[in-house]
């Protein structure tokens, strides 16, 4: 038995697959765009600071997380995909940097920090580290902490200026806003 050809159902279908795949594009293009920004807005930062390395790293719950995004020195190795050390990162930390808490440590070696964190910074080769937060855009009513901009400089010890701290907080508010234009 053959299905007798009906151009009206046919060109229905062919309506409803072209809209499927031009949704699929159109994600694909925000998220590529999304990418970009990111990946732009992180070498511009180290580019700026002159650091070793610059990293994006996300949380996806209960501060667990992952370094999502680099940008690298070409001395440096790469820690794309690398979780941090859950059990250094707590609660209390989280609500000081949901608070918009800068950490600039100017020398690992004597910073006051948990042993746990300075052997994960040492491992990474860092000497100084300058950590921001990454917060829902400003125009968001949502209030959480979702992510962390990090500088390491990994040659020397290094005192952090104004600048810095500033330049910083302007990629960790392109990183919010380019992530909430991305989820809407």
Request: glycine share 4%; net charge neutral.
């Amino acid at each position: 038995m053959s299905i007798p050809f009906n151009p009206d159902i046919h060109l229905r279908k062919n309506k409803s697959e072209v809209a499927g795949i031009q949704a699929i594009a159109r994600r694909l293009h925000q998220k590529l765009q999304h990418d970009q920004v990111v990946q732009n807005t992180t070498d511009d930062i180290r580019d700026f600071l002159q650091v070793d390395r610059v990293v994006l790293y996300y949380f996806y719950s209960k501060w667990e997380g992952q370094v999502t995004f680099e940008s690298l020195s070409s001395h440096q190795f790469s820690i794309l995909g690398s979780t941090g050390p859950d059990q250094c990162f707590n609660d209390e930390y989280a609500a000081l940097y949901l608070d918009g808490r800068v950490r600039a440590i100017a020398d690992i070696k004597t910073a006051s920090i948990a042993p746990c964190h300075r052997d994960f910074l040492r491992h990474l080769q860092v000497q100084a580290n300058l950590v921001v937060p990454i917060l829902p855009d400003k125009g968001s009513a949502q209030k959480e902490l979702w992510g962390l901009l990090a500088a390491h400089h990994c040659q020397s010890t290094r005192s952090w200026s104004a600048n810095d701290i500033e330049r910083m907080q302007q990629g960790a508010e392109v990183l919010a806003t380019a992530s909430s234009v991305k989820a809407g």
